[in-house]
């Protein structure tokens, strides 16, 4: 195989996640609650060489475009990504992403004690962090691991 070569075939109609950083693509593939029993299309690349970072991860999901939301949360633990937007073999839409400075209602708080586990109708908030992202009710800090947290509230 030479440099020019595509090792994963192009999509017709989805969503290309680019420079994830290299050992990443199944912890976006767990944000995007894509575990292979809904009949998804995807190709994964991983640790494939990066001019830019020194290995990378990419994601293709076929008959998929992300919501922001999706996306909010992927910046987490790909702060350097592009998302592709593709249609008929053809990149429409190409953005990188941006860390909010909040996430709502999209990641659970590992704390038992806090209000978001009560029985009370709280929806989970959360700060970013430069390094990971910190519960505004409980303050407690999540650094590793954010994707198993995924499904606030």
């Known amino acids: 195989m030479t440099d020019k070569q595509l090792r994963v075939s192009k999509i ?3 969503t290309v ?3 994830v950083h290299g050992g990443q693509a ?3 593939l767990a944000i995007l609650g894509i575990d292979g029993s809904g009949g998804e299309q995807v190709s994964i690349g991983m640790n494939v060489p990066s001019d830019t970072l020194a ?3 990419v994601v293709k ?3 998929r475009e992300l919501s922001q939301d999706e996306v ?3 910046s987490l633990i790909a702060p350097d990504a592009t998302i592709n937007i593709v249609r008929e073999y053809d990149v429409v839409e190409k953005h990188r992403v941006d860390r909010p400075e909040t996430v709502t209602g999209v990641l659970s708080c590992p704390n038992h004690n806090c209000i978001t586990n009560a029985d009370e109708p709280v929806e989970t908030r959360f700060a970013v962090l430069r390094d990971g992202v910190r519960c505004e009710f409980c303050e407690q800090i999540v650094r590793e691991d954010i994707a198993n947290h995924i ?3």
């Open 12 to 14: 017709e109609n989805g």
């Open 55 to 57: 290995t990378k991860d």
């Open 151 to 153: 499904g606030g509230d």
């Open 61 to 63: 999901v076929e008959g």
């Open 17 to 19: 996640i680019d420079h």
């Open 72 to 74: 909010d949360v992927l």
């Open 26 to 28: 199944l912890n976006v």
